[in-house]
C-alpha cells in the first residue's frame, strides 16, 4: 500500500490582500515566510517557549492552508493571503528578528497535529487583548512561559491533546495535482488520496458509490465513482480526473470533513479498505483494529450499551466486549467475532453518525432570526418543560441518532421529534456546544 505523507514545501505564495482583492502575490521561500509572520505577529523579548509556541501555531496554519490547498481549489492563485481576517500577519520586504530566526530554522519543518490525524492542525490564534479567538492568545501564551510552562504545555493548554511531528520532508511541488490526468490504469499514492477522498465526500452524497478497497489502483470501481462525482457536480463525465476533478474532490474533501478549521474531524486511516475484514476476534491485532476500535469509540458516545474502548490495534477483552454489546444491540449473533455482517453494521451505523454529527459552522451557520428549538425539544417530560440540559436530553440525542436496521419502533419515531421539526433550524448547530446543566437564555415555551 502506497504512503501518503504531508510535506513541507520549498515556497509558498502569498496573496498581498483579502483573497479577492486586487492585489500582488509574491513567492517566497517557507522559511523566510514563517519568519516574516513570526517577526510580524509576536515580541522577540518574549521568553523562549512562548515563541516556540506560537512559531508551531504559525507552521501549523500555513501547512494546513498549503495541505488542503483551500485558495488553489478555490480557483486562486496563491496559498495564503497576508489579511488577518483570513489569516496570518506577512509584511513582504521586512527583516527578522534575530532570535526569533534562529528557532524558526530549528523548527520551520515541525507541526502540530491532532493524534491519529494527518493533516496539520488549523491552528488559529490572536493576540488575546483586542481581539480573542477560540484557538492561541499570544499574550496568554507569554503569560503561561512567564509560569513555567514549556512550549508543549502552552500548546496543549490552547488546543488541547496534539502532537508534534518532528521534521517532516520538504519538497519543491506547490501542487498536489499529480501533474498528469489519473484514469484506467494509473497507480500509485494518487490514486490512494483520489480513493480515499471519493469514499468520504461518498458519505455525504450517497450517489457516489463507495470504491470497496482502497488499493492505490485506478480500476473499474474507481472509474465508476469518479464519473458519479463528475455527473453530481457538472463536471466531464469522462471518468478522467484532470485538473478540474481533481480540485473539485479536493474542495469537497476539505470541506466534508472541515480539515482547513480548528475543529476538524481529521483525516485518518489511509490504508484501510472498507471491506470487510476475514474475521477479526480476540488476539487480532493491527490497523484493521484501529478501524473497528475507532468506530465502536464513536458508537459508545451515542450509544449507552456500547462501552467505550481504546483504540491500540489490539482486540482485548474490553473490544470483544464492545462488539457483543454492539452485536447485541443491532440484534446479530453475540459471538464477539467480527464477521462480515457485523463488520457492515457497525460500519453503516458509525457512517450515519458521522453523516449527522454536524461541526462545521460555516456549512450550518447559526440563525438569528428564527425560534430556538433546544436539544432539550427531542426528549419528553421535564427536560421539555424545563428547557434545560439534562441525562434526559442526553439520552434521547444518543438514542434519537441510531436506528437498528429494520428495528420500526427506535426512539427517532418517537412523535416528540417533530418538534424538532417544526423548527426552520432543523440541522443548524447553535454555534456552541450543549453540556449538562446548560439552560435555555431565551423563552422555556416547547415549540407546538
Request: glycine letters at 8%.
Amino acid at each position: 500500500m502506497p504512503t501518503v505523507i504531508p510535506y513541507v514545501p520549498q515556497q509558498i505564495t502569498v496573496h498581498l490582500g483579502p483573497p479577492s482583492a486586487d492585489a500582488a502575490n509574491v513567492t517566497v521561500p517557507f522559511v523566510d515566510y514563517v519568519k516574516n509572520v513570526a517577526s510580524s505577529e509576536i515580541y522577540p523579548t518574549w521568553d523562549e517557549s512562548a515563541l516556540r509556541a506560537n512559531i508551531l501555531a504559525i507552521v501549523s496554519y500555513a501547512l494546513n492552508r498549503v495541505y488542503t490547498e483551500f485558495y488553489r481549489s478555490r480557483g486562486y492563485d496563491f496559498d495564503i493571503t497576508n489579511s488577518t481576517a483570513y489569516d496570518q500577519f506577512f509584511v513582504n520586504g521586512r527583516s527578522y528578528f534575530e532570535n526569533i530566526s534562529r528557532l524558526v530554522d530549528e523548527i520551520f519543518n515541525d507541526y502540530l497535529r491532532r493524534p491519529g490525524f494527518v493533516e496539520p492542525l488549523a491552528a488559529k490564534f490572536c493576540n488575546g487583548t483586542t481581539v480573542t479567538c477560540e484557538g492561541l492568545s499570544q499574550w496568554g501564551s507569554q503569560n503561561l512561559a512567564q509560569q513555567g510552562y514549556n512550549s508543549d504545555q502552552i500548546l496543549r493548554s490552547y488546543y488541547g491533546n496534539i502532537e508534534t511531528v518532528l521534521n517532516a520532508p520538504i519538497r519543491g511541488i506547490m501542487s498536489s495535482y499529480p501533474g498528469t490526468p489519473l484514469q484506467r490504469g494509473s497507480s500509485g499514492p494518487n490514486v490512494v488520496v483520489l480513493q480515499v477522498a471519493l469514499n468520504r465526500i461518498s458519505q455525504n452524497y450517497p450517489a457516489i458509490p463507495k470504491i470497496a478497497n482502497v488499493d492505490g489502483i485506478f480500476g473499474s470501481r474507481t472509474e465508476a465513482t469518479v464519473r458519479a462525482f463528475q455527473r453530481i457536480f457538472g463536471l466531464t463525465d469522462d471518468g478522467i480526473v484532470g485538473p478540474a476533478t481533481w480540485y473539485a474532490i479536493v474542495r469537497l474533501y476539505t470541506a466534508v470533513l472541515s480539515l482547513s478549521e480548528l475543529r476538524s474531524q481529521g483525516q485518518q486511516f489511509y490504508a484501510i479498505s472498507l471491506s470487510a475484514p476475514n474475521g477479526l476476534q480476540e488476539g487480532s491485532t493491527g490497523d484493521k483494529v484501529r478501524h473497528l476500535q475507532y468506530m465502536l469509540s464513536v458508537l459508545s458516545t451515542y450509544i449507552p450499551s456500547i462501552p467505550p474502548v481504546s483504540v491500540d490495534g489490539i482486540f482485548g477483552l474490553a473490544t470483544r466486549a464492545a462488539v457483543i454489546a454492539a452485536q447485541r444491540r443491532f440484534g446479530l449473533p453475540e459471538t464477539g467475532i467480527v464477521d462480515a455482517a457485523t463488520w457492515d453494521e457497525i460500519y453503516d451505523q458509525f457512517s450515519g453518525i458521522e453523516n449527522t454529527t454536524l461541526r462545521s459552522r460555516e456549512t450550518f451557520p447559526v440563525s438569528n432570526t428564527t425560534p430556538a428549538t433546544t436539544a432539550a425539544a427531542v426528549s419528553t417530560g421535564s427536560a421539555v418543560q424545563t428547557g434545560s440540559f439534562t441525562n434526559v436530553s442526553r439520552r434521547a440525542i444518543r438514542t434519537a441518532s441510531v436506528t437498528p436496521r429494520g428495528n420500526t419502533s427506535a426512539p427517532n419515531t418517537d412523535p416528540s421529534i417533530n418538534l424538532y421539526k417544526r423548527s426552520s433550524t432543523l440541522t443548524q448547530f447553535p454555534g456552541f456546544d450543549l453540556r449538562l446543566g446548560m439552560q435555555d437564555p431565551i423563552s422555556q415555551e416547547v415549540v407546538r
